[in-house]
């Protein structure tokens, strides 16, 4: 999903793309990346507490802003598959086979992070939300981890659309030590997703006192 696999420098897109085995490699990961991914998937038991607040966005005629933690990438991506989600990636070779792998699974890609190509992804975000859904990291793609950068508060105030903030947590996880703390529910897992009631953003409001408050609302509502 959204502002992935930025890993800093010396992984730009520059670099990567002149070299045949590192193309072939980004190649091979999204073939293989996608049908695993579905795989697993399969066998997850889904149960969703607060659907009724999507239902409620789409009746005022309005588009979600998809807000969830770095380390929920996995779940979420096959959630939300095949809807005309559009998502952040990065312009580096991590974020190049992510965009791959996701694109197989019905997603749009808006190319870039808050640390590189930021302001263009935003920007065609803008334009996207109009007509689409939209998904961003809460803390990608350097982190800290759980801790709300200003991106989907921007959208959310450039377009009238509010941030839906939503959380997983599985029966049965992997969970990897990386900065994320990147957690993958293991096969005949029951994935539980919280959803949490819209934000919308007055285009008054500073955005430093929107970003506390939701920071606020966000941690209320997942039961950790």
């Known amino acids: ?30 073939a293989v990346g996608a049908p695993l991914i579905r795989a697993l998937g399969a066998t997850w038991t889904w149960k969703i507490d607060g659907g009724e ?15 969830f933690w770095h380390g929920r990438i996995l779940a979420a991506t096959l959630y939300f598959q095949r809807r005309g989600v559009v998502a ?26 808050t640390s590189k190509g930021g302001a263009r992804a935003l920007l ?24 709300a950068q200003l991106g989907a508060v921007w959208l959310a105030k450039a377009t009238g659309n509010p941030m839906v903030p939503f959380h997983f947590e599985g029966s049965s996880n992997w969970t990897f030590k990386s900065w994320d703390r990147t957690q993958i529910p293991k096969p005949f897992s029951t994935v539980v997703m919280a959803i949490g009631e819209p934000l919308y953003v007055r285009s008054e409001e500073h955005t430093s006192e929107l970003q506390s408050r939701f920071g606020i609302s966000y941690a209320v509502f997942c039961l950790k």
């Open 1 to 30: 999903m959204a502002e992935s696999g930025n890993r800093g420098p010396g992984t730009g897109r520059s670099d990567w793309t002149r070299s045949r085995r590192k193309r072939a490699e980004v190649a091979a990961i999204a």
């Open 53 to 67: 607040h999507f239902q409620a966005v789409s009746a005022r005629g309005h588009q979600p802003i998809l807000s």
């Open 88 to 113: 952040i990636t990065s312009e580096n070779f991590d974020g190049e086979w992510i965009s791959r792998i996701i694109e197989k699974l019905g997603y749009g890609t808006a190319r870039g992070s």
């Open 124 to 147: 065609q975000l803008v334009r996207d939300v109009r007509s689409n859904i939209v998904a961003i990291t809460l803390d990608g793609p350097r982190g800290p981890a759980e801790v």
